[in-house]
């Protein structure tokens, strides 16, 4: 058991410490968003099921989630689906297509684009969503 934890302080030291621009970022963010996505969905399962066993905790968690800090977390989950969708595509298309461009030059302009294109394709639904946030309160 310590030999996995003293793994898991190795590798999460390592993310810490290894200064890689935008290779590092674009992994880190992709992982964190994938987990974020992750949890929303097995948190929004779970609350669904409560519809048909518990209606009352169903409707305590609607509640709460009109609180606009779940709001503001609304508007982050769905920039992590939208980065996550787009830095996947974009591995998925060097993976496949086009392996000569694992370059680091290439990457790097790969990554600005993949930064570049979510928030793009984001910030749309994020003024629609941040509008109904400030209407809320």
């Known amino acids: ?79 992590s689906v939208i980065f996550h969708g787009v830095n996947g595509l974009r591995i998925a298309y060097v993976d496949l297509f086009k392996p000569e461009n694992w370059t680091i030059t290439k990457q790097r302009r790969a990554a600005r684009i993949t930064f570049a294109l979510s928030i793009v394709l984001w910030l749309p639904a994020a003024f629609v969503m941040g509008r109904n946030l400030i209407a809320h309160l």
Not at 13 to 21: A, E, M, Q, T, V
């Open 1 to 79: 058991m310590s030999e996995r934890l003293s793994s898991l302080r190795t590798s999460f030291s390592g993310y810490l410490r290894y200064r890689g621009h935008e290779g590092q970022l674009t992994f880190l963010l992709h992982r964190i968003t994938g987990l974020g996505t992750l949890l929303f969905l097995t948190i929004h399962i779970l609350d669904t099921a409560t519809v048909y066993y518990f209606p009352e905790m169903y409707d305590h968690a609607i509640v709460l989630y009109r609180n606009p800090i779940f709001m503001v977390g609304e508007i982050l989950l769905f920039y």
